[in-house]
T-cell receptor
């Protein structure tokens, strides 16, 4: 079955702009989580969606937001981009309810803010 | 909150054995997972320990001691392709919640 798909793979934006990233989870997976990965900070949790509801949110400013659609696809949006937002944004899908739930990651979207 | 600490870098020789440690402080605990990430790639799941002891999956084994808040990943018969970053991770407790906190990551370099 198809894996987690993230689009676009690469993106260059200017400071002050906004960006929307997309994630299509594995078919049947209802939980989608987003992470920011940078060399200095590692993998940082952004938020998690389940059945169109945000259930968890990490320590990021309100410029970072997301949503999930009825087909479990998710988008995240970053407004008023800053240079420090340059990072690899990873999406992971899983099927909650099992103790050893494995998260399946997409290849990520590499965002560069100039 | 959750925090997990790992060594930042480890170097080992091809064919040898290497251990990557992870110590954690968590407000709740649903087990310790390990992920591998090659440069430019996505993290991929390696193993999961819910209970104390050793879990073996081929050349990889993972150990957990809940009383010590400590775990490790053991890689045997190292191959060049094992050069990657390795992350330990814990999942927040709570029904269905998928907030996963990752460790700082250990970059493993396998040398000939």
């Amino acid at each position: 079955k198809a894996g987690v798909t993230q689009t676009p793979r690469y993106l260059i934006k200017t400071r002050g702009q906004q960006v929307t990233l997309s994630c299509s989870p594995i078919s049947g997976h209802r939980s989608v989580s987003w992470y920011q990965q940078t060399p200095g900070q590692g993998l940082q949790f952004l938020f998690e969606y389940f059945s169109e509801t945000q259930r968890n949110k990490g320590n990021f400013p309100g410029r970072f937001s997301g949503r999930q659609f009825s087909n479990s696809r998710s988008e995240m949006n970053v407004s008023t981009l800053e240079l420090g937002d340059s990072a690899l944004y990873l999406c992971a899908s899983s099927n909650p309810g099992q103790a050893n739930t494995e998260a399946f990651f997409g290849q990520g979207t590499r965002l560069t803010v100039v | 909150g959750q925090s997990l600490e790992q060594p930042s870098e480890v170097t080992a020789v091809e064919g040898a054995i290497v251990q990557i440690n992870c110590t954690y402080q968590t407000s709740g605990f649903y087990g310790l997972s390990w992920y591998q990430q090659h440069d430019g790639g996505a993290p991929t799941f390696l193993s999961y320990n819910a209970l104390d002891g050793l879990e073996e999956t081929g050349r990889f084994s993972s150990f957990l001691s809940r009383s010590d808040s400590y775990g490790y990943l053991l890689l045997q018969e190292l191959q060049m392709k094992d050069s990657a970053s390795y992350f330990c991770a814990v999942r927040d407790p709570g029904g269905g919640y998928q907030k996963v906190t990752f460790g700082t990551g250990t970059k493993l370099q396998v040398i000939p």
